[in-house]
């Protein structure tokens, strides 16, 4: 055999050298012997595995460790103004979720309205307090900052997911097209605080610290958020940022089918699961009564976006003033949402492509537009939509109205790495974009009532017209099989369907 062949030879080259003196020679013969009967005992273990015993046991193996989570889910639930019983629904969620959970932690700090914050472990079907606060202010960035260390000393996982849930209004909150004040998410009733768009930055960077590397996944369960100033301000800090462009209805993630997914699957990627959350909130929503957005915006991509994005601002601004006024339908047009100074990007490009370059014939600015256009599949990971109004919704949205003289838009990362706040105050298309009909309040954001749109009441006419009752008896079923809240607001779809119903009884 080989492993004899190799191991003998220096064996043989011993027995070949004479020795010089008997004590030599006496110690040359125990060396051999050694060798010869070590090899012979190791032959007798490969020939007779099952035969060879040893005079006493081996020392009993250590305590199995249980491997580190695959993922670990912290959620920041500040439901301590009017979103207090959505809260509580989603905590129930979560539980359901997690039925035959591998190995998946979901931590949740939950401050109420009428109670104090708790700390909670969610399991399959209940859930434990951990720890009891007393009242938090958890509109403070270091409330947040101290949730995320004690989550992940206590419970880490090789990849983690934050998701902030509350009120959400951007950049900054425009029930007033001169408001310039600071906003954020995470509005506390009680302290009167909130998170603002400034303090995300301190508190990624502090993430950063704390995991070790960035978060996977930063999910803003809340509305308006996912837009470019706002994950521009969260730095190197997270790699998928997960959120709306509109606002969200008061029931936001429908976590019972997202985390069911995850316990299905806990080796999935970051993006795999950010797609999840992505298809699963807009589905949840599935009558077009609901005008719903959300989408998965890779960060990094984001920031090597910049370049390109300041060509693109570059050539606009160095067009005629004469040109710069054609801008406006592209201005007015572009997918806008709740804050109308709100608009999609990549709307806004292709509207600049499609209704500008083919009367200017700007060659730069041609270029300029396809490259910016060309980073849409890079820097949107997914992006979903729901509702008629919001079909030309891309996934990031950003600011597009004057600025205010004074206003804190200028003090904002995107602001200061890119040329935009630049173009917003050299461009004036007229007329102006109008001013919504009413404010939106962080109290009153995502408890919007909607309205049924064309679209559903023109399916539910056609079925009446063709007499299909079935169709229509099973499209009540699934109406009144929705969550209290979301059954309240299709309300007038109900009765709608009913309303044919009767008529072709």
Not at 248 to 270: Q, V
């Amino acid at each position: 055999m080989k492993i004899f062949s190799r191991n003998i030879m220096p064996v043989m080259s011993e027995m070949s050298a004479m020795p010089e003196t008997p004590i030599q020679a006496v110690r040359h013969v125990l060396s051999v012997r050694h060798v010869l009967s070590a090899m012979l005992v190791i032959s007798m273990m490969l020939a007779f595995p099952a035969q060879i015993a040893f005079s006493q046991d081996l020392p009993p193996a250590p305590p199995e460790i249980p491997d580190t989570p695959a993922w670990a889910v912290y959620v920041f639930l500040n439901a301590d103004n009017n979103l207090d019983m959505a809260g509580l629904d989603d905590v129930k969620e979560m539980e359901r979720g997690l039925k035959n959970a591998a190995n998946i932690p979901v931590v949740v700090q939950i401050d109420r309205a009428r109670t104090g914050a708790k700390r909670l472990l969610v399991t399959e079907d209940s859930s434990t307090t951990l720890q009891d606060l007393g009242e938090v202010d958890m509109g403070s960035a270091d409330t947040l900052i101290e949730f995320l260390q004690w989550a992940h000393e206590n419970y880490p996982a090789r990849r983690t997911m934050l998701v902030i849930w509350n009120h959400g209004a951007g950049w900054y909150e425009g029930e007033s097209r001169l408001s310039s004040g600071p906003r954020g998410i995470s509005y506390d009733d009680t302290s009167g605080n909130h998170i603002t768009t400034f303090q995300l930055r301190k508190i990624m960077d502090k993430a950063c610290t704390i995991l070790g590397k960035p978060l996977d996944i930063l999910g803003f369960d809340a509305c308006l958020m996912n837009m470019a100033e706002v994950i521009w301000q969260l730095g190197d800090g997270v790699k998928i940022c997960v959120g709306s462009e509109e606002t969200e209805p008061g029931d936001g993630w429908p976590y019972n089918s997202i985390l069911s997914k995850l316990c299905a699957n806990p080796e999935m990627s970051p993006v795999e699961l950010s797609k999840i959350i992505v298809s699963k909130y807009t589905g949840s929503y599935w009558i077009p009564l609901y005008n719903v957005t959300q989408s998965a915006i890779d960060v990094a991509a984001l920031k090597e976006f910049r370049d390109d994005f300041n060509f693109w601002v570059e050539a606009m601004l160095g067009l005629k003033d004469y040109e710069k006024q054609l801008f406006s339908n592209a201005w007015n047009n572009a997918q806008r949402f709740y804050y109308n100074s709100y608009a999609d990007l990549f709307h806004f490009a292709k509207l600049v492509r499609k209704g500008i370059l083919p009367i200017i014939g700007n060659k730069i600015l041609r270029e300029a537009t396809d490259r910016v256009l060309s980073w849409e599949d890079r820097i949107v990971i997914k992006s979903s939509t729901g509702g008629s109004s919001m079909k030309n919704a891309r996934g990031l949205s950003i600011h597009i109205d004057n600025l205010p003289a004074h206003s804190y838009y200028r003090h904002l990362a995107f602001a200061q790495d890119t040329l935009w706040d630049e173009f917003l105050t050299e461009f004036t298309p007229l007329p102006p974009p109008p001013p919504p009909e009413q404010g939106l309040t962080a109290a009153a954001c995502s408890s919007r009532q909607y309205a049924p749109d064309s679209s559903i009441k023109e399916m539910i006419t056609e079925l009446g017209r063709r007499g299909d009752s079935s169709a229509l008896k099973g499209l009540a079923e699934r109406v009144r099989a929705l969550p209290p809240r979301m059954l309240e607001e299709a309300g007038p779809i109900l009765e709608l369907i009913e309303q044919i119903r009767r008529n072709l009884e």
